[in-house]
DNA sequence: TTGTTTTGATAAATTTTCCTTATTGCGAGA
DNA sequence: TCTCGCAATAAGGAAAATTTATCAAAACAA
């Protein structure tokens, strides 16, 4: 078999025209270099050396086998330094999926640090809903998912980042209350994203409230939407601070902070149980949980 | 030390996202590969696959090595079929591809005078359609292929054999011209070979015919096929000389050669730039253009 | 849950490869 | 002819890779 033993000993000794040289240089006994040599030689039925006394020159078809091996040793050689650069965490192509109902509200902030503090990350983001999300974290197609916790997938391992409190958000009221208990959502008043949007199941969960058929089926199907359908006066929903802090139009409506305990939805960090090192993990937690 | 060894298992490691089966591949113990793997590792200093239950997967790190090992495999490779091919032209294995159109109609007369002036060439024939053959090629599971240039994969050189030019087949007329004008092909009643053989495409550029949506739409799928629907009266279509000449039941068809500028498709050899040396690929041209 | 199967890792023994030292053979120059 | 320098060869030992056997963890089926 050919090896790349072979190939730097000929190197060596193409640039020592002289097997005893050539030997010291790759530091080994000058039998061992010659054996190598005679090895590649019979190996490639080519003569490549042209053995006279005082040493060696490289025959033509030497010549040309010496082109193919240092391009073969050169690119070795930057396969091995590509290791060297690759190390340490968040280095390369990293796919983090996202919640739409934290992506828009948390990215702007986190992006820039995490280009600050690892700069050659580069980073490839999906957002989807979280059964999409979890689906292909676990096919391998995504690196990590910031989510709603908890999750029940045994193959993957979670992190909580922060605690994210619920608001109502009623139309516009001069008397608005400065804060209300959760046991007082006016149900019959209630507005919430479409089945399948993971918002909708937060804040049901969160606020301890039962799916109710009587409760308004008119299903928005996007936070935008919503909460135009709020300031117009139809109805009140439950907002996460995540979405306050940033989402625009929120002029004409009343946010109202409840009393503790407060409801409120884990957001988390997920991978595979299965992933190579959890550096990359930690490092991205420490990331969002130190804004 | 990094080893041709390591990389070469961890490329079938990467095919077959199983060390077991990985290990069948390369004819190895499946300890053996895990070890070398490992090692490849550890070398690099990163993480290449993920072990899970049920396989393992490529990482990040994983996909740009394996992109890199596979160029230095295919380096070696071609620097070994350097040292077989030096020793004179066709001499050892030769992987030679065609396309379906010529094949069965050059090889007959081109095998034996092969076998005459190189006895030592062990010729392994594969037929494949022109897309599939280009990228054996440059993928080097390939040595070369006969097929209709002209191509544009700049990794490839093409080498014009012989041009052969297009006749129209129709049902049998006993009032048939002697020649036709490339511009009086009966359009409406054109029936050409289905999608993605690259025949009909070269009968429609050769022919200068734009596609045409009221052109009938079946597309036969085998040349065969093809001259079954004519003989049987259905329509026209273009043949290459190359497929008259050995092709049987033509009986009962007018076949019709053009007038000057007569279209005509060109065969010709295709090999990698890299490749070791040219020597191989003007014998075999020859071989092909003495006949 | 509890066996059962499958997967990759690990261990120990063995084979293969490679290396070292010692020696030989060959050719050029004194 | 003698001798010096060079590469090839031989023999024994060290290192690397492989094999078989076994293990632990995870997935799967009952």
Redesign the pocket.
């Known amino acids: 078999?050919l090896?790349l033993?072979?190939l730097s000993?000929f190197d060596a000794l193409a640039k020592e025209?002289?097997?005893?040289?050539?030997?010291e240089r790759?530091?080994?006994?000058?039998?061992?270099?010659?054996?190598?040599?005679?090895?590649l030689e019979t190996h490639l039925g080519l003569q490549l050396?042209e053995?006279?006394?005082?040493?060696?020159r490289l025959t033509e078809a030497g010549k040309d086998v010496l082109e193919k091996s240092r391009q073969i040793l050169l690119a070795v050689q930057e396969l091995e330094t590509f290791g060297q650069t690759r190390q340490g965490p968040l280095n390369g192509p990293f796919r983090l999926g996202v919640i739409p109902s934290i992506g828009p509200y948390l990215l702007p902030d986190m992006l820039p640090r995490l280009r600050t503090h690892y700069p050659h990350l580069e980073l490839i983001l999906r957002e989807s809903r979280t059964t999409n999300l979890i689906s292909e974290l676990s096919q391998g197609h995504l690196d990590a998912a910031i989510l709603a916790l908890p999750l029940e997938e045994?193959?993957l391992k979670t992190q909580a980042l922060f605690e994210d409190p619920f608001y109502l958000a009623t139309p516009k009221q001069p008397d608005a209350p400065a804060a209300i208990s959760a046991t007082a959502i006016p149900m019959d008043d209630l507005l919430l994203l479409e089945e399948g949007h993971c918002l909708r199941d937060q804040a049901l969960q969160a606020c301890s409230i039962a799916t109710n058929p009587l409760m308004k089926s008119f299903g928005a199907s996007s936070l935008t939407t919503l909460i135009q359908l709020i300031t117009n006066g139809y109805a009140s929903t439950l907002l996460p601070q995540m979405c306050i802090e940033k989402e625009a139009g929120l002029d004409h409506i009343s946010l109202i902070p409840f009393l503790d305990p407060a409801p409120s939805r884990t957001i988390g960090l997920a991978w595979r149980?299965?992933a190579p090192t959890e550096q990359d993990f930690t490092a991205l937690a420490n990331i969002i949980k130190n804004r």
Chains 1, 2 share one sequence.
């Open positions: 078999m090896t033993r072979q000993y025209q002289h097997f005893g040289r050539a030997a790759v530091a080994v006994s000058q039998p061992a270099l010659s054996v190598q040599i005679r090895e050396v053995r006279f006394s005082g040493g060696a045994d193959n149980k299965s």
